[in-house]
C-alpha cells in the first residue's frame, strides 16, 4: 500500500495504491491524517483507482478521513473508486454520506 | 451441494500479512470452477473479512493459529471454512450485528455483514474460551467443470 498526495488551489488529492486491508490500514490512516492536519484542505480527494483489493478495513478508513475533514470543515469525495471497493462501500452504506465516484 | 470434487486446508499464524496470502489462495483455488470476476472478488473479500476476525477478535495481542479450508462442489458451489482456537465470540448475534466491533479504531464492524452481502449462506460458531468456526458457500455461475 502507497499513499501520495498532491495539492492545487485548496485541494489535497490523495492516492491509494495496492491492497486494502487490515494489515495496510493503520498505516494508510495515520499517512491520511497528516497529510491533512499538515495542509488543512478546504476539499480532499480519495483516489481509490490505484487499489486492486479493499475489504471492510477501507470501510473504516474512508470513515475516519471523513472525520477528519469534518473536523476542519474540509469537503471529501471518493474518486476512481473500483466496482470491487465500490460494493464493500454500498454494502455498510458509506455512499450515503460520502460522495463516491 | 452434491459431491466434493476438489478441497485443500491451509494453516497458518494469525498474522496480519497472511491476510493476503488467505485471500488470494482461497480465490485462486476457486477459480477452477471458472468464476466471473465479480465472484472471486466476492470470495477474497470475504474470507479476508473472516481471517481478519481471527487475527483481531479470535487472537486479540496474541498469536495462534488458523485454519482454512475450500471446498469445491460438483454442483458449482464453493464452501469455505475458516477456524481459529481464539478467545471464543461471547453472543455471536450480537457480534453479527452491523457496526458493531471489539476492535480499534481501523475496525468498522462491518465483517460478518460484508461476509453475508457477498456469500449466499453463512454460519458462525462460537464457543466462548475454545474459537470460532467461520462457514460461508456461494454458488457460482460457472460455464463449465472441469
Same mark, same amino acid.
Given at each position: 500500500m502507497t499513499v501520495n498526495h498532491s495539492l492545487s488551489d485548496g485541494l489535497v488529492r490523495i492516492e491509494l495504491h495496492g491492497e486494502l486491508g487490515h494489515h495496510e490500514a493503520i498505516t494508510a490512516m495515520q499517512r491520511i491524517n497528516e497529510i491533512i492536519e499538515v495542509h488543512l484542505p478546504r476539499r480532499v480527494q480519495l483516489d481509490l483507482?490505484?487499489?486492486?483489493f479493499m475489504d471492510s478495513s477501507g470501510i473504516a478508513v474512508v470513515m475516519r478521513t471523513l472525520r477528519g475533514c469534518c473536523d476542519i470543515g474540509a469537503a471529501l469525495s471518493l474518486q476512481g473508486t473500483p466496482q470491487q471497493a465500490r460494493r464493500v462501500l454500498s454494502a455498510a452504506g458509506v455512499d450515503k454520506v460520502v460522495d463516491i465516484k | 451441494m452434491k459431491n466434493i470434487i476438489n478441497e485443500f486446508t491451509v494453516r497458518f499464524p494469525s *498474522? @496480519? +500479512?497472511?491476510e493476503s496470502f488467505a485471500r488470494s489462495a482461497a480465490a485462486a483455488f476457486v477459480a477452477q470452477l471458472d468464476p466471473t470476476v465479480e465472484e472471486l472478488y466476492d470470495i477474497k473479500t470475504a474470507v479476508s473479512e473472516a481471517v481478519t476476525n481471527c487475527i483481531v477478535h479470535g487472537y486479540r495481542d496474541t498469536l495462534g493459529s488458523i485454519s482454512m479450508t475450500v471446498r469445491l462442489y460438483e454442483d458449482g458451489t464453493a464452501e469455505i471454512i475458516v477456524r481459529d482456537r481464539g478467545c /471464543?465470540? +461471547? #453472543?455471536v448475534k450480537l457480534a453479527r450485528e452491523?457496526?458493531? %466491533? %471489539? /476492535? /480499534? +479504531? #481501523? *475496525? @468498522?464492524?462491518?465483517g460478518f455483514t460484508i461476509m453475508e452481502s457477498f456469500m449466499d449462506k453463512l454460519s458462525v460458531r462460537s464457543v466462548a474460551g475454545w474459537g470460532t468456526t467461520v462457514k460461508m458457500s456461494k454458488r457460482l455461475t460457472r460455464r463449465e467443470a472441469k
Open positions: 483507482a490505484g487499489l486492486s | *498474522r @496480519s +500479512a497472511n /471464543g465470540i +461471547a #453472543d452491523p457496526m458493531f %466491533t %471489539t /476492535g /480499534g +479504531a #481501523d *475496525r @468498522s464492524g462491518m
